[in-house]
């Protein structure tokens, strides 16, 4: 299969100062374009967006509706490219990151993939424990808190070992933070590191624009429904400085998504996934 130009899209809300440093890196790679979708920031994103007249597309909101809704902007915008979602906070780690991209996701295109997510790392180069994960079920969310419980203990080596041994069982679709990352098939994958088919996002019409959180889960479950695989594959990397605009709203953003996520899919979904199937 032929490769793809990449294009940035980068969902940026009140980020501006990450923008100063992360636009420039972008420009200085082989990327097709690059986007900023903006959703109603209220800092001085707008003006350093502009200062890069046209080497920079800018999308500009009007009104605030979240980061899935907002990714949504670049729907129409993009067609024959990858998109590589990535967010206004992160930076840039791998050097030529589209042709990198673009070669690795054509090996797995031949494979039925058609999103392949990247290795989100700390400043400290710790790998993130919710780099990639398993499908939105009662199972799985029981297990959700482990992969951050095993990061905590990581000054515990000993300790954090015994515990992941402990948990292998239960935890073999979660990454393993004590270990090198390696590519692996996933549910879903970090969306602040993200590719995907242009013509494929504009398709499955992106994400359900109800959702201010969990919105990747609920792609991921669309893209299954299809027979379109996803993939975790660590050689694009990108360093997340945690620049936090949603403050004490995320957890009740996250309890609303999950209840919509049960009623929009089905609570027998939700219970035995593969009881629904059959």
């Known amino acids: 299969m032929s490769k793809l130009p990449v294009v940035a899209a980068v969902p940026n809300y009140n980020m501006g100062e990450n923008l100063k440093s992360l636009i420039p890196a972008l420009l200085n790679q082989e990327y097709a374009a690059v986007y900023v979708l903006d959703d109603a920031s209220t800092d ?11 080497d920079v597309n800018l999308i500009r909101g009007q009104e605030n509706i ?3 809704s907002n990714r949504n902007r670049i729907i ?9 979602f990535i967010d206004a906070d992160m930076e840039l780690k791998t050097p030529d990151t589209p042709n990198v991209a673009s070669d690795r996701f054509s090996y797995y295109q031949d494979q039925g993939v058609g999103v392949m997510g990247g290795l989100v790392s700390r400043k400290d180069s710790s790998q993130e424990p919710y780099n990639y994960g398993p499908r939105f079920c009662l199972k799985t969310n029981t297990t959700a808190g482990l992969p951050l419980i095993i990061d905590r203990l990581k000054d515990k080596p000993y300790t954090a070992v015994a515990a992941r041994r402990l948990g292998q069982a239960i ?3 979660w990454p393993n933070v004590l270990s090198h990352p390696t590519a692996t ?3 879903w994958v970090h969306e ?6 242009a013509d494929l996002f504009n398709k499955i019409g992106g994400y359900d624009p109800k959702l201010r959180a969990h919105e990747t889960q609920d792609l991921s479950l669309r893209l299954e429904q299809k027979g379109i695989k996803r993939q975790f594959d660590p050689s694009v990397e990108v360093v997340h400085h945690y620049i936090d605009v949603r403050g004490n709203q995320r957890n009740n953003e996250q309890l609303k998504a999950m209840a919509y996520l049960i009623h929009k899919h089905g609570i027998l979904n939700w219970i035995n996934p ?3 199937q059959s």
């Open 171 to 173: 935890m073999k679709d």
């Open 192 to 197: 602040g590191n993200m590719f995907i088919p």
């Open 44 to 54: 001085n994103s707008i003006d350093i967006v502009k200062s890069y007249g046209t």
């Open 66 to 68: 979240g980061a899935g």
């Open 274 to 276: 593969k009881l629904a």
């Open 76 to 84: 129409g915008h993009v067609e024959s490219a990858i998109l590589h």
């Open 185 to 187: 098939k996933a549910f």
